[in-house]
C-alpha cells in the first residue's frame, strides 16, 4: 500500500470552531496534512483520503508550541465556508 502526504496552508480571518476541537482557535494560517492511499488493481492511479489533520497552537503552552488534530475533511470545508460568508457581512 502506497501513501502520500500532502501539506496545505489554511487561511481564517476569524476566530472558528471545528468540529473535533473543543475550543475556539484563532485567526491565522494554518498548516494541513492530509492523508492518501492509492487505491491498487486499478489502470490509473487513483487516491483515496484515509486522514486529515490541522495543526494548532497547544492550549496554555508556550509560545511556538503546537498540536496535530485529526479532523474530518467536511468539518475543515464547512470552517471555511462559515469564515469566508462572515468576511462578506
Known sequence: MTIR????????KH??????IAREL????????????M?????FAAWRRVATMITVPAEGGP???????AI???DLADAQ???ASAAND
Open 63 to 69: 509560545g511556538g508550541t503546537a498540536e496535530m488534530h
Open 26 to 37: 484563532p485567526a491565522g494560517a494554518y498548516e494541513v496534512v492530509t492523508d492518501e492511499e
Open 72 to 74: 474530518g475533511s467536511i
Open 15 to 20: 476566530p472558528f470552531h471545528i468540529r473535533g
Open 39 to 43: 487505491i491498487e488493481g486499478l489502470s
Open 5 to 12: 502526504s500532502r501539506r496545505e496552508s489554511v487561511t481564517f
Open 81 to 83: 465556508r462559515i469564515d
